[in-house]
């Protein structure tokens, strides 16, 4: 870690009241999920974060608050640096500011998040499922939609297994 | 019996303008079966004659639930379906993923393996902007280079088959190192290919680079400014066309690029032509990797040789009661990584390809998301496209080099 880099970790953990973590040589920052726009655009505007490479998120079901974690990568072109940002988020109220109006990148990737962990992003200009069929139900990679089997149809019991078979949307709820 | 509901424009309304609501202009479907589209990619246009104002892409068609099966498996297990995402980048997806989980659990890799992972990924990045030089050109009806780009592209494919047993998906790259050493027959296979290299690359570059059918329907097309481009989340030779230099090899080298003396080719139009050029010269600067690599290939063991993680030899599962239990725990139980997370990344030959991988201290990763290059690129398109005819959108598609499977997961 550059000396610049822990300077600017460490401005943000004062003005956003911010805590740090260590693991396998790389610091990341979490943040209060509702402070995460203007800790994006101080990122942005003073410290040359320019890129923002990956927005996603964590389900830590069954915890409750904070149910997810979501997680941002900033890069600098620039500057060389990278710097990880987490935000928990708790299970009431699954929503989070959106970081569109400062990078545009991060249209699809909340719209995927929004997708798949059922977290808002509240500001997002398009916050459409993008991934799965625009009338699915649940949310696939939360922890507790079950991961689903079909069963295997051979010639003998094809027709027996297809009349009981699901429609793929109608399985959330199993 | 299933039913399928009719898709309508309710909730896509804010997507369009006032004009498309009431008639005057025109909006019309691509895709999802569409050759220029290169996979099952839709787009919904909106069209004033012949100029699209807006290009909407639908993605979603190839999603297979790649993150979500893959908690489901330990980590060795895992790999293989990393293969099947970016389909024209087997190894360099792997190489992703195993840089992740060595990132995780702290874990070495000897030299050779290191070199080898660089020789194969750029070889690979090779037959990728083959196919992409091959079925770009082609969408603009230039045929000819389609067939000799396969031709190439044939000859890697049998490289990856001698190595690996097989063409595509390949799982040569192993978490510790490498599957096993290459045979002897790869040395002369890989060095036939850098002699013949360099004079076919002038041989497509004749075909295209000043042909004027070819300049008319690239130079100017598709712009995107520099800032635009980071602003959006390109990467890759895509954002190189606009002129800035971030390619992750230099950016934050990984598996040894710093040993090797490189360039990156950089243009600052970001027209389609531009994206072409650097793509080319990018293939060239792919072979000056391999050749180096293949100079000073050093000699040694391929695989790490900490049997908590790595499977020992086979030959030593016979004589030592130790490697028995090691082999047997890893392919039962697996090995379990310490609870964290790290993110890691590779420049694929589309653009930064990462990987979030979070253990909770099980045999299992707890989650896995791939930041994959073709996602952000894509989703630029309706920017580049606006103002230009459909012919180009084609043109353009073309050129920000998407793979579907990379994009749906």
């Keep these: 870690m550059s000396e610049n880099l822990s300077t600017i970790i460490e401005t943000m ?26 800790a994006a655009k101080v990122l942005h505007d003073e410290f040359g974060f320019d890129l923002l490479s990956d927005i996603t998120a964590v389900d830590y079901w069954p915890e409750e608050n904070p149910r997810f974690h979501l997680y ?94 699901p429609h793929a949307k109608n399985r959330s709820g199993e | 019996m299933s039913q399928i509901e009719e898709v309508t424009l309710d909730g896509m309304t804010h997507l369009f303008s006032d004009r498309a609501l009431q008639g005057e202009t025109m909006l ?5 079966q569409h050759p220029s589209t290169h996979g099952v990619l839709r787009l919904l246009l909106e069209l004033d004659g012949e100029t699209v104002l807006n290009a909407i892409p639908d993605v979603g068609y190839l999603h297979t639930g790649i993150e979500k099966n893959m908690e489901a498996k330990t980590y060795q297990k895992a790999e293989v379906m990393t293969d099947r995402m970016d389909y024209m980048n087997p190894i360099g997806n792997n190489l992703a993923y195993c840089l992740a989980v060595e990132k995780l659990v702290g874990l070495d890799v000897p030299v050779r393996a290191q070199a080898l992972r660089v020789i194969l990924a750029e070889l690979q990045r090779i037959s990728s902007h083959l196919v992409w030089l091959g079925t770009s050109a082609l969408d603009l009806a230039a045929m000819s280079d389609f067939m000799y780009c396969f031709r190439e592209r044939e000859t890697i494919l049998n490289i990856f088959e001698l190595v690996s047993g097989q063409r595509m998906m390949t799982t040569y790259v192993r978490p510790g190192g490498v599957w096993r050493d290459v045979p002897v027959e790869f040395e002369a296979a890989v060095r036939n290919l850098l002699k013949i290299m360099p004079k076919r690359i002038d041989e497509y570059e004749s075909l295209l680079t000043k042909n004027p059918l070819f300049i008319d329907r690239t130079a100017g097309i598709g712009k995107i400014s520099a800032e635009d481009a980071v602003n959006w989340g390109l990467t890759g030779a895509t954002l190189r066309g606009s002129g800035v230099n971030y390619d992750v ?70 004589t030592s009661m130790e490697a028995l239990i090691h082999h047997f725990k890893l392919w039962t139980e697996g090995f379990n990584a310490p609870r964290g997370y790290v993110y890691s990344a590779v420049e694929s030959p589309r653009g930064e390809l990462g990987v979030y991988l979070e253990s909770d201290g099980g045999p299992k990763p707890f989650r896995v998301h791939f930041r994959t290059p073709s996602f952000d690129n894509l989703q630029v398109l309706p920017v580049m496209a606006k103002g230009f005819l459909v012919a180009d959108l084609v043109a353009i598609i073309g050129s920000v080099d998407i793979v579907l499977g990379d994009i749906d997961r």
């Design chain 2, 249 to 318: 090899r230099k950016f934050a080298p990984y598996s040894g690029y710093e040993l090797y003396d490189f360039e990156v080719p950089l243009r600052t139009e970001g027209d389609v032509r531009a994206r072409y050029i650097v793509r080319v010269a990018e293939i060239r600067q792919s072979i000056r990797i391999i050749q180096q690599a293949m100079d000073k290939l050093p000699m040694g063991p391929v695989r790490s040789n900490n049997y908590k993680f790595v499977p020992p030899p086979r030959s030593e599962i016979g």
């Design chain 1, 13 to 38: 953990v004062k003005r956003f009241d911010g805590q740090t973590t260590e693991f396998a040589g790389e610091t990341s920052l979490t943040l209060p999920v509702e402070k995460i726009a203007e």
């Design chain 1, 72 to 165: 941002y990568r900033f890069t600098s072109i620039p500057n060389r640096q990278t710097l990880n940002v987490r935000a928990p988020v708790p299970a009431t109220s699954a929503s989070a500011p959106s970081v569109e109006s400062i990078y545009h990148a991060a249209n699809w990737h909340e719209r995927e998040v929004y997708d798949m962990f059922g977290i808002k992003f509240e500001g997002n200009s398009d916050l459409r499922r993008i991934l799965m069929p625009h009338d699915w139900e649940g949310h696939p990679l939360r922890k507790d939609y079950p991961l689903g089997y079909e069963e295997p149809q051979f010639s003998f019991n094809f027709e027996e297994i297809d009349v009981r078979k």
């Design chain 2, 28 to 32: 019309l479907n691509m895709g999802p």
